[in-house]
């Protein structure tokens, strides 16, 4: 768990990085992130010790969706995370989830029923809004942040457990109280006092 956070925030450094106009001094910055990762060979049963960081940065991607709000929310997994068969059983959501196709953040969700169930953490997946932190969330928590109430109620009709959690321990209530979306906190309300 500490090396994919110490991974993520790299990860977020080299965002910064990217968005800024003056160009990342090379040597020393992948000096300093291999020190980092080769200090933590313990995690996840995994040794990076022989991988690149150019490799570990390619096995990486990172998103960037701004809401209507103007509001950042970004998106960071890795490629080859052990992507999971095609998931059949979801074809009935997604179809309906493909009237939303224009949102690229509703897009982060059919991605992931493509191939989780609809309750599943989903792997290496970390995602950052406001002052929101994501890591391995299920796709409930993703309609969450996109704000979206008609997703929201689709997915809780499909079963989506409203009592999940992120690999944080956050269910979707507490960060709609994070977030301060009275609606959004209603409805959760709701079906927490309807017993589902």
């Known amino acids: 768990m500490v090396k994919k956070l110490l991974i993520i925030f ?6 910064t990085g990217c968005k800024s106009s ?3 001094e090379n040597d020393n910055f992948t000096t300093d992130i291999k ?3 080769s200090d933590n060979k313990s995690y996840d049963n995994k040794s990076y010790d022989n ?12 998103d960037v969706y701004t809401n209507i709000n103007g509001e950042v929310i970004t998106k960071v997994h890795k490629i080859n995370s052990g992507h999971k068969a095609e998931n059949k059983k979801n074809s009935k959501l997604l179809k309906l989830l493909s009237n939303y196709n224009y949102n690229k953040c509703i897009n982060w969700i059919v991605d992931a029923l493509k191939h989780y169930d609809i309750n599943d953490n989903i792997a290496d997946t970390y995602i950052k809004y406001n002052n929101i932190y994501l ?5 409930l928590h993703i309609g969450l942040i996109c704000e979206n109430i008609d997703v929201i109620n689709l997915l809780i009709d499909f079963g989506a457990d409203i009592y999940a959690e992120d ?3 956050e269910n979707i209530l507490m960060i709609a109280e994070k977030m301060n979306n009275e609606e959004i906190i209603e409805i959760i309300t709701k079906v927490y006092e309807n017993g589902f």
């Open 51 to 62: 991988k690149s960081i150019q490799e570990i940065i390619d096995e990486t991607i990172i």
């Open 135 to 139: 890591y391995e969330p299920v796709v």
């Open 22 to 24: 003056k160009p990342l």
């Open 35 to 37: 020190d980092n990762i």
């Open 167 to 169: 690999n944080s321990g």
């Open 10 to 15: 790299l990860l977020l450094i080299i965002l």
